[in-house]
């Protein structure tokens, strides 16, 4: 296991301070707030520390508040909202300075069977023929000429099949499709997997919004964040193994874009699905 991903399943720990709350750290990252996907991963983390192991995750619903600052640790408050026969349900909210930044709620459910359907995995190009983002992003000449923007924290590997010119991007389809796992084997505990795929599921939804506009968040004038964020567990998986993450965005307007994703392990199972908005605000002196 790298350092760096010794040092994400750290942040995405988090600090008991009592039996319903918690404290994190954050990720170094090059933009100048906090990575959606690591609260996303922290909240979740939190709300698994107070429910029986047995139960599983199958939903979280949340709202980002306000911008995180990255030189701020994170404060997660957990709310027993219910416990049920079948299923638990947790409220989650993140503080800074007392201040608010997000709120969740998550549904966790015990094991059941019942009838099976998913819709089939897209046709794809495997992620052995494809380029790291993270080395593609640092090969840059932009980013080459201005070393603070180059990604430095890599635990994990990103594989875009139709990756952008995040500094000149052209106009593309609305639907695209990563490959995603860790630099390194995971402890073989289920909750720790679900929370790296909370983090993954952050990662690159919300350019497919942009891309059909010919945006990037790196473009001039783009005022980008996360709105809103669903996430719903479908089967087990292992984030330190290949999953497929098939994205595309069905809508924009009113300075908002509305994105859609699914998480496929790599023999075609359906294990995650999700959907956020985010803001797509144009500024005037673009």
Known sequence: MSDDLKKLLQIMSLRE???????????????KQIFGGQILGQALSAALRTVPQERIVHSSHAYFIRRGKPE??????????????????RRVVAYQQERPIFVTSLSFHSREDGHRFQVPMPATVQPDTLCDESERWNQHPVVMANPDKKITFQPLDIRHTAPVNWFAPETQSPQTGVWLRTRGRLPDRPAIHQSILAYFSDILLYGASLRPHALSIHSPGIQAASLDH????????????????QLESTWTGNARGLNFGKFFTQDGRLVASTA?????????DR
């Open 17 to 31: 301070v009592d039996a319903e709350t918690f404290t994190g750290d954050n990720v170094p990252v090059v933009l």
């Open 72 to 89: 701020l640790p994170i404060t997660f408050k957990v709310e027993n909202v219910r416990d049920g026969g079948s299923f638990n349900t």
């Open 230 to 245: 669903s996430l719903w567990f479908h089967g087990s998986f292992r984030a330190d193994e290949w999953l497929y993450y």
């Open 276 to 284: 956020q908005e985010g803001l797509m605000r144009v500024r005037e």
